[in-house]
């Protein structure tokens, strides 16, 4: 069955970079798109991007230009959310979610990974 | 960017009536050339990701009880639960997916029992 295993848990200082990491498994991983959504406490959804697993091309919302990288590693069907410059109001649960067909809309989520950044 | 504004933000419901929530969109997520409105709904229970349950405006995803539905074209659309069981409290999103980048999402409707 289709799967996002997302890594574990992380406190950050402000100004800190994190990294979060998305196994994908029980499908072809190159053949859909990966997005990246976040959830602050108690608050909605946030779209933060895409990336294509197969050439590694990427769309960022506007709001996280230049402090977003997303990628991917096609030989362990992975795929990876850099934020830098991390602040307070970045402290969320950071989904990956597979999109359907192109479509942009999510098939598949991962558990999340929270994020907390603290002095 | 296309806002989606979502009505009510909470509603509670009996259990086994029906539960409407409203969704709109700034402008229209209808493609004319294909018919189709760009349009997904998603279930998030507490502590879960959220869940996909409708694409298209009206179409349930595999494994979704047939007592959610989807309805609407344009700018306006509904999601309607049936008869309302325990396990559907949840916060409740729309999604276009007309004009991306970016996604957007409403703001949630949060669904409880009366």
């Known amino acids: 069955q289709v799967q996002l295993v997302q890594s574990g848990a992380e406190v950050k200082k402000p100004g800190a970079s994190v990294k979060v990491s998305c196994k994908a498994s029980g499908y072809t991983f190159t053949s859909y798109y990966m997005h990246w959504v976040r959830q602050a406490p108690g608050q909605g959804l946030e779209w933060m991007g895409i990336i294509n697993p197969s050439g590694g091309s990427t769309s960022y919302a506007q709001k996280f230009q230049g402090r977003v990288t997303m990628t991917r590693d096609t030989s362990t069907s992975t795929v990876y959310m850099e934020l830098s410059s991390l602040r307070s109001e970045d402290t969320a649960v950071y989904y990956c979610?597979?999109?359907?067909?192109?479509?942009?809309?999510?098939?598949?989520w991962g558990k999340g990974t929270t994020v907390t950044v603290s002095s | 960017d296309i806002v989606m504004t979502q009505s009510p933000d909470s509603l509670a419901v009996s259990l086994g009536e029906r539960a409407t929530i409203n969704c709109k969109s700034s402008q229209s997520v209808l493609y004319s050339s294909n018919n189709k409105n760009y349009l997904a709904w998603y279930q998030q229970k507490p502590g879960q990701p959220p869940k996909l349950l409708i694409y298209w405006a009206s179409t349930r995803e595999s494994g979704v009880p047939d007592r959610f539905s989807g309805s609407g074209s344009g700018t306006d659309f509904t999601l309607t639960i049936s008869s309302l069981q325990a396990e559907d409290v949840a916060v409740y999103y729309c999604?276009?997916?007309?004009?991306?980048?970016?996604?957007?999402f409403g703001q949630g409707t949060r669904l409880e029992i009366k």
């Open positions: 999604q276009q997916y007309y004009s991306t980048p970016p996604v957007t």
């Open positions: 979610a597979k999109d359907d067909y192109g479509d942009y809309y999510m098939d598949v």
